[in-house]
């Protein structure tokens, strides 16, 4: 079945430092992807919503200039955490919309972020 | 606004055991519902769906109905399995294609053999 990757599975970061999150849909083209944040025992919040080519659409709340999110390719979303603080610290997830399936939507296992 | 409530976990069963896990939504218009199933170290996947009330869900031996009457999407499976065990997330979709999904914070069952 359909594939979405992120990557790195897990990384520790320094505070004020940035780090970027890779989302890919491995076998087919996702027009539309979506970034989540979750907390522990929490719901998934959207954050934005990723379209290629053009800007992401962010969730009231979430702030533009910290999460910088690109969608250069039909296979690709990045995710970039700027100026890294403690309480961005939290699990990133991302999802693609599949077109050709039905508009089924497939999730990436997700990537823990800790800002020490 | 739009919202899911589901039943705080964790749920901790005996193979074969009845599981229900309920799910009641807050939506304005007509949404559709999902039941996603995350296992251990893999992202969310799609477990059933419904699009309109009274329309029931079904895939792997769980079933959830639609009521629109009690706004409640509730899952089931009559005898569950050790490789069940997983976190289970109800949520919607309103119509028109929004394209947003709205979740529960998850529920997470574990089966005993």
């Known amino acids: 079945g359909a594939v979405v990757s992120q990557h790195p599975s897990r990384v520790i970061c320094k505070s004020g430092t940035s780090v970027k999150i890779e989302c890919r849909s491995l076998?087919?083209?996702?027009?539309?992807m979506f970034w989540y944040r979750q907390f522990p025992k929490q719901s998934l919040m959207l954050m934005a919503t990723?379209?290629?080519?053009?800007?992401?659409?962010?969730e009231q709340g979430v702030e533009k200039d910290k999460f910088l999110i690109n969608h250069a390719s039909l296979t690709l979303s990045t995710l970039t955490v700027t100026s890294a603080h403690p309480e961005d610290s939290s699990f990133y997830i991302c999802?693609?919309?599949?077109?050709?399936?039905?508009?089924?939507?497939?999730f990436g296992e997700g990537s823990w972020l800790t800002v020490v | 606004g739009n919202s899911v409530t589901q039943m705080e976990g964790p749920v901790t069963l005996s193979e074969e055991a009845f599981l229900t896990i309920n799910c009641t939504y807050t939506?304005?218009?007509?949404?559709?519902l999902f039941w996603y199933v995350q296992y251990p170290g893999e992202g969310l996947q799609l477990l059933l769906k419904?699009?309109?009330?009274?329309d029931k869900g079904s895939n792997k031996g769980f079933e959830a109905t639609y009521r629109k009457e009690t706004t409640s999407f509730h899952l089931e499976k009559g005898s569950v399995q050790v490789s069940d065990s997983a976190v289970y997330f109800c949520?919607?979709?309103?119509?028109?294609?929004?394209?947003?999904?709205?979740f529960g914070k998850g529920t997470k069952l574990t089966v005993n053999p």
């Open positions: 999802s693609a919309r599949h077109a050709h399936a039905g508009n089924t939507i497939y």
């Open positions: 419904a699009t309109k009330a009274d």
């Open positions: 076998d087919f083209q996702a027009t539309t």
């Open positions: 990723s379209n290629e080519g053009s800007k992401a659409t962010y």
């Open positions: 949520a919607l979709e309103t119509q028109g294609g929004s394209e947003k999904l709205v």
């Open positions: 939506a304005t218009g007509y949404p559709s």
